[in-house]
């Protein structure tokens, strides 16, 4: 018996209400995992992500490298969890070190300097592109939609098709 990961999830926002109230009652899910070491070094932010997730629902903030050592010790085996990422980056990192992840939810990741817009709530730059790419390679499917009553769209070919676009 192994954790039951009902959905994982990059979005930088974390817990908010869409996560809050759609996605935990479509996955019926028990405990949310927010991986993020910084969120984990980071006092306030704990506390207030703590407090952000619905009635009813646990909410745990761990370090990449706990996730993968409570992965390891069944502490969570058989329990309903959705994890949380802030970005690629961690998720690759925690999937070489074990976890086995069938499939990645895209649902915000936020503009900045040196990105380019892939959907108007999605942005990346070539180190998120190649972690993207790296995750298909291992078998990760990855999916973006917003709320769970969304259309699935491949995430690999909206990046494709971007490429192409730029090309032309």
């Not at 996605?23 to 506390?47: M, P, Q």
Request: net charge neutral.
């Amino acid at each position: 018996m192994v954790m039951d990961i009902r959905l994982t999830r990059i979005d930088d926002r974390l817990i908010h209400g869409q996560v809050a109230t759609a996605w935990s009652k479509a996955t019926g899910i028990e405990r949310i995992l927010v991986v993020s070491d910084e969120v984990a070094n980071d006092e306030l932010r704990k506390f207030l992500l703590k407090q952000a997730a619905p009635p009813g629902i646990k909410s745990n903030v761990v370090t990449k490298r706990k996730l993968v050592e409570v992965y390891q010790d069944h502490l969570f085996d058989g329990m309903k969890i959705m994890l949380l990422f802030a970005s690629p980056q961690d998720v690759l990192e925690v999937v070489q070190a074990g976890v086995d992840l069938k499939a990645v939810n895209i649902g915000g990741m936020r503009f900045c300097e040196g990105k380019k817009m892939i959907t108007n709530f999605i942005s990346m730059n070539e180190d998120d592109i190649a972690c993207f790419s790296t995750l298909a390679e291992l078998g990760v499917e990855l999916e973006v939609r917003q709320v769970p009553t969304d259309r699935k769209t491949d995430l690999m070919q909206l990046i494709k098709k971007r490429k192409d676009a730029a090309t032309t």
